[in-house]
């Protein structure tokens, strides 16, 4: 089973444009859709429509438009009651595949909230293969909280409960890797930005799938067991300490990248729970992310939407300067570096 922590829940909201997007002009929708969204419950979603048992864990109440959606959906969750409403994520869809979000901060959450949220993360981890720890941290929320939480969730299990995986970004990202000794996740699932935030390496660089792969090595030697690095419409690289793979993405008209990286790791977390080595998991999380961004707005894939890809070994060595500058190849697609 998978579990999914959410602490800044969304409802995601996307209108569809018939014409390009024009600022300070007036605009016609021909689609407007909503879901219950934020980064746990996105992986939560397409955990669940893989038919893989899966838990949300998030703040709101029953009445809460997502914790509403989870039900509806038929997805399992978890809450801890707190006042208010979730934050509405606006995104703006364009003919082309153009994507522009606009995120809410969201809700504050006070010490005793985060307090219940710990504890029922902890109570959850029981019986779990994977724990996800996932998204933005709203007001309130100090930037080391993922940190704290997995080195309280591996003293709770004594170092043998569920495997860890974070995807978030900017300051909760770094204090990951902070300079006080903290117990580092199994897996962390960096875009090229946040890649980029965490080794000093120009973003743009980072796009070539071997320097991408060498960077995410310089992470392993930080304590975390593997990274799933995307790279947008160029696919995505696995580096953990039996090796490092790249798997190119699938042709496809991209209509929206919204979702696309927690599908990524859905589909990782989906694969390793079925057994698989790490290039068939590196081929899902591409399968799975690629899929996401062929639909619209923030529809998530299910098997039914994949095209597996070959994911090919790396060789990857520290670069000296006489090498030549590495050459990259011209995405397929149109899409964001952002996903």
């Known amino acids: 089973m998978i579990v999914t922590l959410t602490a800044n829940p969304s409802v995601d909201r996307t209108v569809t444009l018939t014409e390009p997007l024009r600022r300070g002009q007036v605009h016609r929708a021909s689609e407007v859709t909503s879901h219950p969204g934020g980064k746990g419950v ?3 979603r397409v955990v669940a429509g893989d038919g893989v048992p899966v838990t949300a864990v998030l703040p709101g109440a029953e009445d809460d438009p997502v914790v509403t959606g989870l ?4 997805i399992a969750y978890r809450t801890v009651a707190v006042p208010g409403q979730p934050r509405t994520n606006l995104t703006i869809a364009e003919t082309d595949g153009t994507t522009t979000k606009i995120n809410e901060p969201g809700r504050p959450l006070t010490g005793p909230d985060l307090a219940a949220l710990t504890a029922l993360l902890v109570e959850s981890a029981a019986g779990a293969e ?4 996932s998204g933005s941290l709203p007001p309130g929320v100090p930037e080391d909280w993922y940190a704290r939480l997995v080195a309280t969730l591996s003293t709770a299990t004594h170092g043998a409960g569920p495997r860890i995986a974070v995807d978030t970004s900017d300051a909760p990202l770094l204090a990951l890797f902070g300079e006080s000794p903290v117990t580092a996740p199994d897996l962390v699932k960096p875009n090229t930005d946040e890649l980029a935030q965490l080794t000093g390496r120009d973003p743009r660089d980072l796009e070539n799938p071997t320097a991408a792969a060498a960077a995410a090595t310089a992470l392993l030697e930080r304590g975390v067991g593997a990274v799933l690095a995307t790279l947008g419409a160029a696919g995505a690289v696995l580096v953990t300490g039996e090796g490092a793979w790249f798997a190119a993405a699938p042709p496809i008209v991209a209509r929206s990248t919204v ?10 977390l989906i ?9 068939d998991r590196l081929r899902h999380a591409v399968a799975f992310g690629s899929a996401a961004a062929a639909l619209p707005g923030t529809e998530l894939p299910t098997a039914a939407d994949l ?3 070959t994911a090919v070994p790396l060789e990857v060595r520290t670069p000296t300067a006489a090498d ?6 011209p995405p397929t697609h149109p899409a964001s570096r952002a996903d």
């Open 324 to 329: 030549p500058p590495a050459e990259t190849t």
């Open 259 to 268: 979702g696309a990286g927690d599908s990524a790791l859905a589909g990782y």
């Open 130 to 133: 994977w724990i996800v720890l």
């Open 42 to 44: 996105n992986v939560a």
């Open 307 to 309: 095209d597996l890809v």
């Open 271 to 279: 694969a390793d729970l079925a057994g698989a080595g790490p290039a």
């Open 71 to 74: 039900r509806t959906a038929g």
